[in-house]
């Protein structure tokens, strides 16, 4: 498996990248917030400055290109990095074996039967991250896939899709097993992350689905939206409001 966290100056996720041209050799100065992250001389032509470090979410960064005659051109960047998304070419991957640990929190040492989980994630390009799974344990077996977009510096935008078959899964409000075995998920959401505004919502659509964490237990059928909002303040600090609905067959609202 990958375990980026190993090498803490590395970075996972693309960073800010600027490409410019010059008539003459210039100097060139990069400021975000107020904070010089790059200064050094180009030469006339074409440049490329990157891996810059910008805080994440959306921002500005501020390009200052001086001339050998000392003419100043002042450029204003916009920006969106999100954390979401592998650099181009990145892989991000994990296989485990193991036994599953059965009524966690009430039995110490309750372990039986052999599972096995995998992810891979793979960075495509810049703005395109696309990966997925496989679980199977005794006669389940779970997969699915799922794709995190930039769209431009507006946010990011993530679905995926999954199938499970078998888990023998248990309604919420009755306790008594599906008819189908075979069970769904699906959802789409957006991320944004701003200066002073941010937020996020998903939707998912669940039928019979089934996952390693959810064998045996009960379970919700139907959709459920997730939405929160949140605003930063100099003066005021930090505030967030988190709405959630959930729909099952048997429940109207929880």
Do not use: C
């Not at 003459?24 to 904070?35: F, G, L, M, R, T």
């Not at 344990?137 to 999954?162: C, D, P, Q, R």
């Amino acid at each position: 498996s990958t375990d980026y966290m190993l090498n803490p100056g590395f970075t996972t996720f693309p960073l800010f990248d600027f490409q410019g041209r010059s008539a003459v050799p210039s100097n060139i100065e990069i400021y975000s917030d107020a904070i010089r992250l790059y200064e050094g001389g180009i030469n006339s032509g074409e440049y490329f400055l990157s891996d810059l470090p910008v805080r994440n979410g959306a921002g500005d960064v501020e390009v200052r290109v001086r001339d050998l005659t000392g003419n100043l051109q002042n450029l204003t960047v916009p920006y969106y990095i999100s954390p979401q998304l592998l650099k181009a070419g990145l892989n991000s991957y994990g296989i485990d074996f193991g036994l599953k640990r059965e009524q966690f929190g009430r039995k110490s040492n309750a372990y039986k039967s052999l599972l096995f989980n995998s992810v891979y994630y793979h960075g495509i390009t810049n703005y395109l991250t696309g990966g997925g799974y496989i679980q199977a344990y005794k006669k389940y077996i779970g997969a699915g896939g799922e794709g995190v977009f930039k769209i431009g510096n507006l946010g990011v935008l993530n679905a995926g899709i999954s199938f499970s078959k078998g888990g023998k899964l248990k309604n919420i409000v009755d306790g008594t097993k599906p008819e189908r075995s075979f069970g769904s998920q699906y959802f789409i959401g957006y991320d944004y992350t701003g200066k002073r505004f941010g937020g996020s919502i998903r939707y998912t659509r669940n039928r019979d689905f089934a996952q390693l964490s959810t064998i045996g237990s009960k379970k919700l059928n139907g959709p459920a939206v997730q939405a929160s909002l949140n605003y930063n303040s100099e003066a005021l600090g930090s505030f967030s409001t988190t709405y959630t609905k959930v729909k099952s067959p048997n429940i109207s609202k929880l």
